[in-house]
């Protein structure tokens, strides 16, 4: 064509296969208010969209990274159904009350026939059928880094290759995201962007303190077994966090080593005694060397 001096006439004839619609004044649904929503929520409220969202285990520093003008629903279903677009940022959780295909016929019938479903968190998250039975009866659009032998030649389907870290900047910064994840986790047990633990940002140990983690089932009587364990030892409790997130809770302790009648404890064997208590999977002394203090219980078993 640029030989031929058709270039120009070309490029703006071929403008009009690609017509589009304008954000501004759209309702976005984010669908899953964690780091990565709460920074879409933000985003699309500055080009000038509006926001919705759901997410029912929002923690409180999350809420406060939302655009003020957010409107919280009290359902995916309820999210979605005055939206133009939606954005799944969500963890893919495998089994009973997991989110294996949680984007099925019953929220997909609560969407516009034109909505566009975004979803660049996990494929498995998407009823494949349910979906290819919504692009068929409207002009909705599916998008997606998640390539599905269903849906990747639908016509209202976008399929992209996974490109979220195809640059040597988010490579490094990955890579020390990740290292610095688990540098805290061990120094001080704080767990961050994890998809089976709940996240739990802790405050500094006190002064003088023995900082105890404890992972147990998320069952009645369990937590009160474990700081009973430290009522009976004399021990003080400085402070105590506790998280949950389906089946699995986790309890972070900072106790005062110090006894008030002198007498002694000793805290192997005060780890031995709180990790066989009923409920409880693991436990780990958070103090001296990072990493090192981790016991489990293996079906009745004590291992360190």
Sequence with gaps: LGSQGLAKERVEKDKALFGGREVKGKTLAVIGLGH???ATARDAASMGMDITGYDPGLSIESA???PREITLSDS???AVSTADYISINIPYIKGEGGTHGIIGKEVLSQLKPDAVLLNFARGELVDSEAMKEFLD??????VSDFPDDLLWDHKNAIILPHLGASTEEAEDAAAAMAASTIRDYLETGAVRNSV????????IRPEGSVRISVVNTNKPGVLAAITEMFAKANLNILQQINQSRGDIAYNVLDIDPSIKNESTVSLKELQKELTMVDGVLSSRVVFGTPGAGY???IEGQYWV
Excluded at 137 to 142: C, I, K, L, M, T
Aim: hydrophobic share 30%.
């Design 196 to 203: 089976n633990f709940p996240n739990t940002n802790l405050p």
């Design 36 to 38: 990565i929503g709460a």
């Design 137 to 142: 009866s409207g002009n909705g659009r599916y």
């Design 295 to 297: 016991a489990r219980n």
């Design 76 to 78: 995916i279903s309820s």
């Design 64 to 66: 406060l990274k939302l």
